[in-house]
């Protein structure tokens, strides 16, 4: 079985500010991980996924996320926000000989000028 | 490679009619699956293909709902009758393997019943 929960359903920052989205999951077994963004009437684009390699993964775009096992937590961050980042951002679980991806309720992220 | 593509982008119907969404994954990708996304239920798996073979179609919500994949570069899903219920953007995604190395979406069909 597996889940995953997004802290946050909005996340408001300034341009060029940091962000933070946070995500935990749950796993049965050894996970995959993903971020997929959505732009407004637009459909979902990978941004980053972890797949039992380097904890610290590069994405497009300047984002990255750590996968931290202790603290079941996959969150997704941005050094300085930029006003195309405004969008849907979804985190997503995987893994194992499970072909399903469940994903979060998402965030909604607004970057104010 | 032009990704995953979906037609329409938009349909609008009158309750009762049938509807028919369209998809072509990207070659080589052998694992489809058409999702539904709802402000009120978010993102819905509503089945998914192996090799053009239905594996799981157990989010499927009802008989009216129905999908095939005569081939590994097209799917379809067709909704008969309609319902305003099902308003929502139907999206299709294809994937390299069944075991969750990510996928990749189409742009969406937004089904909108009158």
């Known amino acids: 079985a597996q889940s995953v929960t997004q802290l946050d359903s909005h996340v408001s920052v300034s341009e060029g500010t940091p962000v933070l989205l946070r995500c935990n999951y749950s796993s049965s077994y050894s996970p995959s991980l993903f971020w997929y963004v959505q732009h407004p009437n637009k459909g979902l684009q990978l941004l980053l996924k972890?797949?039992?390699?380097?904890?610290l993964v590069k994405g497009i775009n300047g984002f990255e996320a750590e996968f931290k096992k202790s603290e079941t937590s996959f969150h997704l961050t941005k050094p300085s926000a930029h006003m195309s980042d405004a969008a849907e951002y979804f985190c997503?679980?995987?893994?194992?000989?499970?072909?399903?991806?469940?994903f979060g309720k998402g965030t909604l992220l607004t970057v104010n000028p | 490679d032009a990704g995953v593509i979906q037609s329409p982008r938009h349909e609008v119907t009158e309750m009762g009619q049938e509807v028919t969404l369209r998809c072509k994954p990207i070659?080589?990708?052998?694992?489809l699956f058409w999702y539904r996304q709802t402000m009120m239920r978010g993102l819905e798996l509503l089945i998914y293909f192996n090799n053009n073979v239905p594996i799981d179609d157990s989010g499927m919500p009802e008989d009216r709902f129905s999908a095939k994949m005569p081939n590994a570069s097209f799917s379809t899903l067709k909704i008969q009758p309609s319902e305003p219920r099902d308003s929502a953007v139907y999206f299709c995604?294809?994937?390299?393997?069944?075991?969750?190395?990510?996928?990749?979406f189409g742009s969406g069909t937004r089904l909108t019943v009158v």
């Open positions: 995604a294809s994937s390299l393997t069944a075991n969750s190395y990510g996928y990749t």
């Open positions: 070659s080589g990708h052998n694992s």
């Open positions: 972890y797949t039992s390699a380097a904890t």
């Open positions: 997503v679980v995987g893994g194992g000989s499970n072909y399903k991806l469940t």
